[in-house]
């Protein structure tokens, strides 16, 4: 039984209201890397964490304190990765593909794995995709399918599997979380200061409608 030699995890940010109520932006992003070794740093921080009193069952951008995010961002800031995004603009994106939430999932995950795959696999790797946050079937589905898609066009790695796990499970989901939760912040609210302690490790930031014109609401 192969074990992975490239990992990939994978979490998004926004909603899918296509409306003045609801995100201008959808974010996903993609966390690549040899080496889960900062996931035991993680877990290093979080016992030292509780034994100072503070009880974190997981690491998550939106709800931790902003000393506990500095420790989190410093530890990304030093481990061996590379991170990918795309940005879509919902305000700009066709109302036939606005309103398949289904297919818009898949088209945002088709775009980044199309770039993301070609560029850190190799044809010797054994890539395990995991992904976070995928409550529904549907999301499921078209994740699978987005992924088997693109790896297929490409041929771009030995084997290839995708789990879809919850975010507390692992802690590289955790960073995963963070880097699109920088981004995201970054991009929806001109707040560019998460974004800055994770830029080095950015190698792309896709943003497929920026040149259009056209806003639908």
């Given at each position: 039984?192969?074990t992975?030699?490239?990992?990939i995890?994978?979490d998004?940010?926004?909603?899918?209201?296509f409306?003045?109520?609801?995100?201008?932006?959808f974010?996903?992003?993609?966390?690549?890397?040899r080496?889960?070794a900062?996931?035991h740093?993680?877990l290093d921080l979080?016992?030292?964490?509780?034994?100072?009193?503070?009880?974190i069952?997981?690491?998550?951008?939106?709800?931790?304190?902003q000393?506990?995010?500095?420790?989190v961002?410093?530890?990304?800031?030093?481990?061996?990765l590379?991170?990918?995004?795309v940005?879509?603009?919902?305000?700009?994106?066709?109302p036939?593909?606005?309103?398949?939430?289904?297919y818009?999932?898949?088209l945002?995950w088709h775009?980044l794995?199309?770039?993301v795959?070609p560029?850190?696999?190799s044809p010797?790797?054994?890539?395990l995709?995991v992904?976070?946050?995928l409550?529904?079937?549907?999301?499921?589905k078209?994740?699978k399918?987005?992924?088997?898609?693109?790896?297929q066009?490409?041929?771009?790695?030995?084997?290839?599997?995708?789990?879809?796990?919850?975010?507390?499970?692992?802690?590289c989901?955790?960073?995963a979380?963070y880097?699109a939760?920088?981004?995201?912040?970054?991009?929806?609210?001109?707040?560019?200061?998460?974004?800055?302690l994770?830029?080095?490790?950015?190698r792309?930031?896709?943003?497929?409608?920026?040149e259009?014109?056209?806003?639908?609401y």
């Open positions: 039984m192969s992975p030699t490239l990992y995890f994978a998004e940010s926004g909603d899918f209201k409306s003045k109520h609801g995100s201008t932006y974010t996903i992003c993609a966390v690549t890397t080496s889960v900062i996931a740093r993680l979080r016992h030292e964490l509780a034994m100072s009193g503070a009880d069952e997981a690491f998550h951008a939106t709800e931790d304190l000393i506990v995010r500095d420790r961002f410093a530890l990304i800031q030093a481990a061996p590379d991170v990918d995004a940005i879509l603009n919902k305000r700009k994106t066709l036939r593909i606005a309103q398949n939430h289904g818009f999932y898949q945002a775009l794995f199309k770039y795959a560029r850190r696999c010797d790797d054994n890539l995709v992904a976070s946050s409550e529904t079937k549907v999301k499921r078209r994740f399918q987005a992924l088997a898609h693109v790896i066009q490409h041929n771009v790695c030995r084997s290839y599997q995708v789990a879809f796990w919850s975010a507390a499970s692992h802690p989901l955790q960073v979380d880097c939760w920088a981004i995201h912040r970054d991009k929806e609210r001109c707040d560019p200061r998460s974004y800055a994770i830029e080095a490790h950015v792309s930031r896709f943003e497929p409608f920026r259009s014109a056209v806003t639908y």
